[in-house]
T-cell receptor, first 112, second 115 residues
């Protein structure tokens, strides 16, 4: 069966460091991979999308990589700030009907 | 990006009753999605709602339990029927971005507690 795994343990890092979150998947051939941010009591907010034929995408302090051979995406936040503290979700789309399958999310805590 | 509102924001209901959740978008969209997020879990797609056609349900979700309406291009409702405590979740609606954008924009969610 299809499976999307993110580190269920919270990631605690110091302000200014780079946070790296992992998304691994099995039995899936996504056309697109997306990353979302979710704060408590709120809906997810879209951050970045990367296509299957792209290796890397950047947006300001965010960087996403996509390795379809390893079936893995890495999400980096450089120069992290306490305001980056949230749960980060990866989501895969096969390319048909726009349906997203979400991972379990990783909670990031950035401390001073 | 689309602005999405949901009503109610939260509710506490008794088992056996039904609750209808409303989702309003500030622009016309073809597809709307309904998700469930159980406590401590990720989002699970319940169904996709296109205007003018029956909603398409994912495995494990049925129309009798989660009837959906999509009367126009800016509005949809999800009803949670004959509720049990296992239905306690956050229910979220979302829409696709404009044009060929693949990302989705989510409402704030409806927190449902069934006692």
């Amino acid at each position: 069966s299809q499976k999307i795994e993110q580190n269920s343990e919270a990631l605690n890092i110091q302000e200014g460091k780079t946070a790296t979150l992992t998304c691994n998947y099995t039995n899936y051939s996504p056309a697109y991979l997306q990353w979302y941010r979710q704060d408590p009591g709120r809906g997810p907010v879209f951050l970045l999308l990367i296509r299957e034929n792209e290796k890397e995408k950047r947006k300001e302090r965010l960087k996403v990589t996509f390795d379809t051979t390893l079936k893995q995406s890495l999400f980096h936040i450089t120069a992290s700030q306490p305001a980056d503290s949230a749960t980060y979700l990866c989501a895969l789309e096969s390319g048909t009907a726009s349906k997203l399958t979400f991972g379990t999310g990783t909670r990031l805590q950035v401390t001073l | 990006s689309a602005v999405i509102s949901q009503k109610p924001s939260r509710d506490i209901c008794q088992r056996g009753t039904s609750l209808t959740i409303q989702c309003q978008v500030d622009s016309q969209v073809t597809m709307m999605f309904w998700y469930r997020q159980q406590p401590g879990q990720s989002l699970t797609l319940i169904a996709t709602a296109n205007q003018g056609s029956e909603a398409t349900y994912e495995s494990g979700f049925v129309i009798d339990k989660f009837p959906i309406s999509r009367p126009n291009l800016t509005f949809s409702t999800l009803t949670v029927s004959n509720m049990s405590p296992e239905d306690s979740s956050i229910y979220l609606c979302s829409v696709e971005g404009p044009g060929k954008a693949r990302e989705q924009y989510f409402g704030p969610g409806t927190r449902l507690t069934v006692t």
